[in-house]
Antibody
Framework: QVQLVQSGAEVKKPGSSVKVSCKPP????????INWVRQAPGQGLEWVGR????????NFAEKFQGRVSITADKSTSTVYMELNSLRSEDTAVYYC??????????????WGQGTTVTVSS | EIVLTQSPGTLSLSPGDRAALSCRAS???????LAWYQQKPGQAPRLLIY???SRATGVPDRFSGTGSGTDFTLTISSLEPEDFAVYYC????????FGQGTKLEIK
């Protein structure tokens, strides 16, 4: 059951940027970290980064450092992931996900429906 | 960086069989930080097990997780048709690390 709502599919040219949004249906800004996980076609899951609402900061997997930003708009309870300098290898489904409670805080049990990003010339 | 290696890559079994999926870490992992997910085609992953052995809400009791240190196992006691999917283990830390997945297919 999807409990986070993400923006729609994107088709981008190599070298451009994409910005994907994620928000809870009820519009309440979560106190739990919002994570971004991607999945290339036929491949496994790869963590991209997270937004930490308590601190208002983001951190990222090393391979995406310098190319990704994760921000949040508290007024709209929306978290954004922007990936720059896109290449064909960035073609993937991008999910946002978070824990639902302190009990599951080290795992991800609330997911968005996924946003397909296609990078093609 | 801790690497999670899942085995086998593909497991071919029949409904009613018992399935045992392995996740091995390159360094010791706190059990609290180990989770298992199920993913079906076209769907987001679903949390099955957190804290190595606790079932998530709504997960049938045929799913169980065991293990500690570097070796963890997800067991499905008697496979139902809906259990055929891809399964991932995951470790929480400064980042989330996923195993490469085990595909459970119908024999």
């Amino acid at each position: 059951q999807v409990q986070l709502v993400q923006s729609g599919a994107e088709v981008k040219k190599p070298g451009s940027s994409v910005k994907v949004s994620c928000k809870p249906p009820g519009g309440t800004f979560s106190s739990y970290n919002i994570n971004w996980v991607r999945q290339a076609p036929g491949q496994g899951l790869e963590w991209v980064g997270r937004f930490v609402p308590f601190l208002g900061i983001a951190n990222f997997a090393e391979k995406f450092q310098g190319r990704v930003s994760i921000t949040a708009d508290k007024s709209t309870s929306t978290v954004y992931m922007e990936l720059n300098s896109l290449r064909s290898e960035d073609t993937a489904v991008y999910y946002c996900a978070r824990p639902s409670s302190l009990v599951t805080k080290y795992s991800l049990d609330v997911w968005g429906q996924g946003t397909t990003v296609t990078v093609s010339s | 960086e801790i690497v999670l290696t899942q085995s086998p890559g593909t497991l071919s079994l029949s409904p009613g069989d018992r399935a045992a999926l392995s996740c091995r870490a390159s360094q010791s992992v706190s059990s609290a930080y180990l989770a298992w997910y199920q993913q079906k085609p076209g769907q987001a992953p679903r949390l099955l097990i957190y804290g190595a052995s606790s079932r998530a809400t709504g997960v049938p009791d045929r799913f169980s997780g065991t293990g500690s240190g570097t070796d963890f196992t997800l067991t499905i006691s008697s496979l139902e048709p809906e259990d055929f999917a891809v399964y991932y283990c995951q470790r929480y830390g400064s980042s989330y690390t996923f195993g490469q997945g085990t595909k459970l297919e119908i024999k």
